[in-house]
């Protein structure tokens, strides 16, 4: 199984927009969370979790609330850069929860690089 297009769009394009510094706009206007990132990167670590934890996919893997996943992990970084930022509605330990990382080793190998 492999994720659908939708899915990888709507994530691509968040990633773009945390990298560009528009996440979540008009939310995060004025807010320099950029550098905040760098100096605490577990910041995005948690952001991402909101925003995987909160997308829903239809049966087809599409994405049906790309842009509310995207509010609510601009609500983290606000409420995180912005300790007067009132999260409403706040947040639900579901939203927030790390899952486990992946195995150290993939299961399936690598395909083998014939240029190497």
Same mark, same amino acid.
């Given at each position: 199984?492999?994720?659908?297009?939708?899915?990888?769009?709507?994530?691509?394009? &968040?990633?773009?927009? /945390?990298?560009?510094?528009?996440? @979540?706009? %008009? $939310?995060?206007?004025?807010?320099?969370?950029?550098?905040?990132?760098?100096?605490?990167?577990?910041?995005?670590?948690?952001?991402?979790?909101? &925003?995987?934890?909160? /997308?829903?996919?239809?049966?087809? @893997?599409? %994405? $049906?609330?790309?842009?509310?996943?995207?509010?609510?992990?601009?609500?983290?970084?606000?409420?995180?850069?912005?300790?007067?930022?009132?999260?409403?509605?706040?947040?639900?330990?579901?939203?927030?929860?790390?899952?486990?990382?992946?195995?150290?080793?993939?299961?399936?190998?690598?395909?083998?690089?014939?240029?190497?």
């Amino acid at each position: 199984m492999k994720l659908s297009p939708s899915f990888s769009g709507a994530l691509r394009t &968040f990633s773009f927009w /945390i990298a560009n510094g528009t996440v @979540g706009h %008009p $939310l995060l206007e004025g807010v320099r969370y950029r550098e905040v990132m760098i100096e605490e990167p577990s910041m995005l670590e948690q952001v991402y979790a909101i &925003f995987a934890n909160v /997308i829903e996919l239809n049966e087809e @893997g599409e %994405p $049906l609330n790309a842009k509310y996943a995207e509010h609510r992990a601009a609500q983290y970084i606000r409420s995180y850069c912005d300790p007067g930022y009132v999260v409403s509605p706040p947040f639900e330990a579901w939203e927030q929860e790390l899952h486990a990382p992946p195995p150290r080793r993939d299961p399936r190998p690598w395909p083998l690089d014939e240029g190497a």
